[in-house]
């Protein structure tokens, strides 16, 4: 039980960790909150916006592949 809660407290510090830096690889590309990457797809009409973050999502994907797979290298 006690190494459950060790690892358990772990992830959660890498998770913490991980999404400040991805916060902060945002911030660096220009991405602060309420605006969106170009490639991002924003339909604009009176009284509608629907905004679909393409960018964001591929980004987003991008760095979490690369996470598990080190993740995954690391533990082999």
Do not use: H, K, Q, Y
Not at 25 to 52: H, K, M, Q, T, Y
């Amino acid at each position: 039980m006690g190494r459950a809660l060790l690892w358990s407290g772990l992830a959660l510090i890498a998770v913490g960790l991980i999404t400040m830096g991805v916060g902060l690889l945002l911030n660096l590309v220009g991405a602060r909150e309420g605006r969106l990457l170009p490639g991002d797809i924003v339909i604009s009409r009176p009284g509608f916006v629907f905004a679909f973050p393409l960018a964001t999502s591929l980004l987003v994907s991008l760095l979490l592949t690369l996470l598990l797979w080190a993740i995954s290298a690391w533990r082999r």
